[in-house]
């Protein structure tokens, strides 16, 4: 009867978060890497070499690992994850061997008018200070991409 009891309520708890996911969000621990400075911190946030931080574990739905002599690539599927109510749909962090250069990417998921509106009002900043960084921002479809580039520090 206990284990009857226990996975009913199993149950009833796994349906609850489901009907109510919990919202990683990514401002607190991003906002002066895309709205300040990319090369601000000689490591990458949330990610060392070639896993995910614990905090955002929960929410990676998937990813792939490529490796080629040039570059080396990581991309997260996310679920639930956002930056500044926008829903960031995947996070990637690359290596350039031969530029020696780290990359993190925010793919923007701006299929709705509100995202939209979010998005619009995020100011990223697009001069960077150091020579050796850089930010892009691309659109695909109903993606945005948003680019962060710095010299790796360890060289």
């Not at 206990?2 to 009913?8: G, R, V, W």
């Not at 996911?21 to 890497?33: E, H, I």
């Not at 100011?123 to 960084?133: E, G, I, L, M």
Request: with cysteine.
């Amino acid at each position: 009867m206990k284990k009857y009891i226990f996975t009913i309520l199993a149950i009833s708890f796994a349906m609850h978060v489901q009907a109510n996911p919990q919202t990683f969000d990514l401002t607190p621990v991003l906002q002066d890497r895309y709205e300040k400075d990319c090369a601000v911190r000689p490591d990458y946030d949330l990610y060392k070499f070639p896993d995910i931080s614990k905090k955002l574990q929960a929410y990676v739905v998937s990813h792939e690992l490529e490796e080629e002599p040039a570059v080396v690539s990581n991309v997260f599927t996310l679920k639930n994850v956002e930056y500044r109510g926008v829903p960031v749909s995947k996070i990637e962090f690359s290596y350039g061997n031969m530029a020696k250069q780290m990359n993190q990417a925010l793919y923007f998921d701006l299929s709705t008018t509100k995202a939209k509106q979010n998005f619009s009002k995020i100011q990223f900043k697009r001069k960077q200070t150091k020579a050796d960084a850089s930010l892009d921002i691309e659109k695909e479809g109903s993606t945005t991409s948003v680019y962060c580039s710095w010299t790796d520090q360890k060289i």
